[in-house]
């Protein structure tokens, strides 16, 4: 008995300094920045900007993994599922980490236990938008033909349960209207299908990836979701100028799973978060429509958890199910 401790015991110290030494090493490999949807989107465009500017302060390199579906779901159900070594983070939204827990029926994982918080990138108001021959001139416009012409306008998302599907849904409350929602799995499809006028005649899209169609003279933009009008588009109204009370902002953050060792998390954040906050980026982000983040782990958990209680409301008022 006494020897088979010894061995337990020998064995246990031998390995501790194993775990240290490897915390003290990383990152020794490419770091896997998991975006739980397609290409071109605004979680995709804000994982290739910071992780440019992280990549030197952490010596690593980011491996981008666009894994869209189930509004975010099933992205991150794989980082959750992910060893907790710091070489799998993602980008966590409004969607994926507070609205889906309420939305679908079934969620292969829980949006606060499985993960640690990181960092808060940037939120940004949606921005309702048209096409440039669009009959909808204003918001006016298109309450009059949700009203008048119940279910049969379309709008587009990029999923079930993300702000633009919601966004939909919360302008239907408010009006009494009712329009038919057609989800994609990112915002670059829901565009193409908007811009090409094949099944979609309007979105309420993230400001960042619609902003540029939007000054190409592609897009209309008949308001923003914000409570006020965005610096980026002074002369779009508000929503809630004609709505009030309507209100939704996006927001963009960084999640790992849960259980990465404290000082692995430390780092990791302490770079993300001068990134966020170097002035190039900070320009970059606020020229998109963003407002930057940089919140600790800590002040991010606690704003996902208030988010978490803020949508359950909503949706349950709405009584929307996805299975």
Known sequence: ??????????????????????QDKWPSKPITYVVPFGPGGTTDLLARLVTTKAASGLGATFVIENKPGAGGSMGSDFTA????????????TISSHAINVSLYSKLPYDPVKSFQPITMIGSMPNVLVVRADSPYKNVQDLIAAAKDKPGIVNYASSGNGTSQHLSGVFFEQMTGGKMVHVPYKSSAESLNALLSGQGAELIFENLAPALPHIKAGKLRALGVT??????????????????????????????????VPKPIVDKLAGEMIKAVNDPEIN???????????????????????????????VIKTANIKVD
Do not use: C, N
Request: charge should be positive.
């Open 1 to 22: 008995m006494q020897r088979r401790i010894f061995l337990i015991a020998t064995m246990a110290a031998a390995g501790a300094p194993a775990s240290v030494h490897a």
């Open 81 to 92: 599922k992910a060893p907790p070594d710091g070489y799998t983070i993602q980008g966590g």
């Open 226 to 259: 914000s409570e006020k009008r965005s610096p980026s588009l002074p002369d779009v109204p508000a929503i809630a100028e004609t709505l009030p009370g309507f209100a939704i902002v996006s927001w963009q953050a960084i999640f790992a799973p849960a259980g």
């Open 283 to 313: 320009a970059k982000l606020i020229a998109q429509g963003i407002d930057p983040g940089g919140m600790t782990p800590a002040e991010l958990a606690a704003f996902q958890k208030a988010e978490i209680d803020k949508w359950a409301r």
